[in-house]
């Protein structure tokens, strides 16, 4: 069992920046790859980016490519979403996600999900 607590979220202008943190209270968090998703109202939750369990790999959707960095600190439990040059097209519920060792892009392929965090950008 894998629990998973996002945070960081808030409202920025666009252009701004923020982080989010996603927390994995698990053993063995080092097995296990981690994916970013996000809800805009209305529409499909879709696929920011994901990490490999390694962090030797990262993966983004094209949307978000050059401005989202993830990254991860195994001796705390918790992968990094850096997001800069935010646009209000950003603004979501965003989640995080694990699976065990390699990424994936589709929201079906994680077992374990966090509550979100929402992200608001203003124009």
């Known amino acids: 069992q894998v629990q998973l607590a996002e945070s960081g979220g808030g409202l920025v202008q666009a252009g701004g920046s923020l982080r989010l943190s996603c927390v994995a209270a698990?053993?063995?968090?080092?097995?296990?790859?981690i994916g970013w998703f996000r809800q805009a109202p209305g529409k499909e939750r879709e696929f920011v980016g994901a990490i490999s369990w390694s962090g030797g790999r990262t993966y983004y959707a094209d949307s978000v490519k050059g401005r989202f960095t993830i990254s991860r600190d195994s001796t705390k439990n918790t992968v990094y979403l850096q997001m800069n040059s935010l646009k209000p097209e950003d603004t979501a519920v965003y989640y995080c996600?694990?699976?065990?060792?390699?990424?994936?892009?589709?929201?079906?392929?994680?077992?374990?999900w966090g509550q979100g965090t929402q992200v608001t950008v203003s124009s």
């Open positions: 698990v053993r063995t968090f080092s097995s296990y790859a």
């Open positions: 996600a694990a699976r065990p060792f390699t990424p994936a892009s589709r929201d079906y392929e994680y077992d374990y």
